[in-house]
């Protein structure tokens, strides 16, 4: 409460500094004067004149006021969240729920301040007009201090079902210790027993989303207010706006999703049949659906972890270089310095001493943790670091530069206001992160940094490698847009509450081609399995980033000399970057803007154009040669390319059933 009563007078306090009110500004009929409406400070009801000419001083003194408590209250929240993520104990949750309350109330204390400006925009100049822009949108922190509270509770409250959801071992029923991280993700990936994955699968939903419905009911509820009270139709309308530059976000995704259908349905296909050669077609019908459970994880949102069953050329070898890193010696820390040399090669400056004394790069012994691999910008601007339970193969050596991407975005915009310390749009930050990892993953760049001996021009090792690059990538896209797409549809009221789970499993099916297991009903609530759904993230930023990312690769090898698209001796999936000045320069013009531009603007200083836009075609370049191969093993075995209903997915108990 203290904190919240400091958050307050801090914005007080900023009102009384500029002579500004809590309810609005009429601006006068005088061309060089301003009326200014003053409700604290002792002046409550009185009109200030303020010349026109000294209204940006007066807003850039309120912006850097802003700046500066901003970054102070988003160090201590961020500060209590690192405590509970890297110690999970009912105090650390209790003061991570009450810095991130304090740190809400004190951002809606200062978005009424700003609004104080905003009928006096078209006076500012861009820049402040941009701030305030941000500034005004507070989020959930618009709604009123017990809704607030109420909704931190309720996420608070999801995310403990979530992490200490425990399931019985699916061969010794009296065990009931298993856990996400250490049991179910391996469990997932290894199995080949039918049963067993069913198992896990359903009892993961079972202990997480199913006990969590009532809490999302009230969620939805908080969430559609906030978004009103940010001038918002809906949750759903909110959270498209923060890529609605023109106005058509809705239409850009659904563009793309055609464009990238074809691609999609013939690696559907070609998965389709291996997996039926592995389980029968008792379970995979030749036309039908994919059951869910099989694709190698708990959400089948990435499909690479059933690659030894679908590789192309099983005789022939696959890029992993997990042995050759222990044979090497590495260690966890070796791979992070790795990682950063990368980032020196492309120009960029080595990571600071703090990161290395702060970061959490190994799970713990000595206490519960929370292992989802992240990077931490603490406000700042000198403490950055990563939280990640890494172990010593190729997949985390790949997470760790996409981590390190992160960091270094944030590095490249620290000097910039707090309010524009953010990507350009929400997809940035994660698609430079894949970006590195492109290029990171070749086998030219693995040569390169002595973890590769050879690279084999083998046309059917190659095959192998890119069909293992499309089940990382293509499959994400998908199921980006199914969960984002479910939550619009249920944030507007377009699906009814009734019919929540079936709505999810009807996407599923019409857009990935996948079903459940087993029957669903609308007890289940199978979308809160997933953390970004409990934990109110939203998902849509992996489907831009999955689509930027490629645009990005394509731009930077471009620029590294690595690419020509009228040379076939230089294929786009054959680049790596690595030690290019040219293109790590270009790259950081386009980070050090943070969103203080448009992200049109941002993206058109890495492609060359004037104004960038989301464009499937860098994908569907990389991907060419695997889907041309697709397309003729699949006639050869006469697959059907799509996927048709064979049976009942989700019942809806009296009110019917969707298939």
């Not at 900023?14 to 301003?34: D, E, K, P, T």
């Not at 999609?264 to 029968?280: F, I, S």
């Not at 064979?646 to 108990?653: A, M, T």
Request: proline share 4%.
């Amino acid at each position: 409460m203290v904190g919240r009563q400091a958050g307050r007078e801090a914005s007080r306090q900023v009102c009384r500094q500029l002579m500004c009110g809590m309810a609005g500004v009429r601006v006068g009929s005088s061309l060089m004067v301003v009326m200014v409406v003053v409700l604290v400070g002792g002046l409550d009801g009185a009109v200030v004149q303020v010349p026109r000419v000294r209204l940006p001083i007066i807003v850039k003194s309120f912006l850097e006021d802003v700046n500066e408590r901003g970054s102070n209250w988003c160090t201590a929240s961020l500060s209590a969240q690192w405590e509970y993520q890297t110690n999970v104990t009912e105090e650390t949750r209790k003061a991570q729920n009450e810095a991130l309350l304090d740190f809400a109330v004190w951002r809606q204390e200062t978005g009424n301040a700003s609004r104080t400006f905003a009928s006096l925009a078209p006076l500012l100049p861009d820049d402040q007009r941009r701030q305030l822009r941000f500034l005004f949108s507070l989020g959930m922190a618009a709604l009123p201090g017990a809704e607030l509270e109420e909704y931190t509770r309720l996420k608070s409250e999801m995310l403990q079902v979530y992490t200490s959801a425990r399931v019985c071992d699916f061969n010794q029923p009296a065990r009931c210790d298993q856990t996400l991280s250490t049991d179910l993700s391996k469990m997932m990936k290894s199995s080949r027993d039918y049963q067993e994955l069913a198992h896990v699968w359903r009892a993961w939903r079972d202990n997480t989303g199913r006990k969590m419905r009532p809490y999302f009911s009230q969620l939805v509820t908080l969430a559609n207010k906030a978004a009103e009270l940010n001038g918002f139709g809906s949750r759903a309308e909110q959270w498209q706006a923060k890529y609605n530059s023109n106005g058509n976000f809705t239409s850009v995704l659904s563009e793309i999703f055609q464009q990238l259908a074809p691609l999609y349905q013939q690696l559907h296909a070609y998965v389709r049949r291996k997996l039926r050669e592995q389980y029968g077609e008792t379970h995979i019908s030749r036309k039908g659906p994919i059951p869910a459970h099989l694709l190698g994880s708990m959400w089948g949102q990435r499909w690479e972890d059933i690659y030894p069953l679908v590789k192309p050329y099983p005789l022939k070898a696959s890029l992993d270089v997990t042995q050759e890193m222990k044979a090497q010696g590495y260690t966890v820390r070796k791979m992070f310095e790795l990682a950063d040399d990368f980032f020196v090669s492309l120009n960029m400056t080595r990571l600071p001493a703090s990161f290395w004394r702060n970061s959490l790069f190994v799970r713990p012994s000595d206490r519960k943790v929370l292992c989802q691999a992240s990077a931490w910008d603490f406000c700042n601007g000198k403490d950055y670091r990563v939280k990640m339970c890494a172990k010593v193969d190729m997949k985390d050596l790949l997470f760790i530069h996409h981590e390190l991407g992160h960091i270094h975005y944030y590095l490249q915009y620290r000097h910039l206001p707090l309010v524009f310390r953010k990507g350009a749009n929400q997809g940035f930050h994660e698609a430079l992160g894949d970006t590195i990892i492109m290029s990171v993953g070749t086998p030219r760049h693995l040569q390169k940094v002595g973890l590769l001996k050879e690279v084999d021009d083998d046309p059917e090792v190659e095959m192998n490698y890119l069909l293992r690059v499309a089940l990382r990538w293509v499959p994400l896209l998908h199921f980006a847009y199914v969960l984002d797409l479910w939550r619009w549809e249920v944030f507007s009221g377009q699906v009814p509450e009734y019919a929540w789970n079936c709505a999810w499993w009807e996407l599923r099916f019409q857009l990935q081609g996948l079903k459940p297991p087993v029957v669903r009903t609308e007890k289940d609530f199978d979308p809160a399995a997933k953390y970004h759904v409990v934990a109110d993230v939203e998902y849509i930023r992996y489907y831009v980033s999955t689509v930027l990312q490629f645009q990005f690769y394509k731009a930077l090898c471009m620029k590294a000399g690595q690419y020509d698209p009228l040379d076939p001796s230089q294929p786009l999936h054959k680049c790596d970057f690595y030690q290019s000045y040219e293109a790590g320069n270009t790259l950081k013009n386009m980070l050090k803007l943070g969103r203080s531009r448009p992200w049109e603007e941002a993206l058109g200083v890495l492609t060359g154009e004037t104004e960038g836009r989301l464009d499937a075609s860098a994908m569907r370049e990389y991907f060419k040669p695997l889907e041309e191969w697709l397309a003729a093993d699949n006639k050869m075995h006469d697959e059907h390319i799509g996927w048709q209903s064979d049976g009942e997915y989700c019942r809806q108990d009296s009110l019917g059933a969707l298939h």
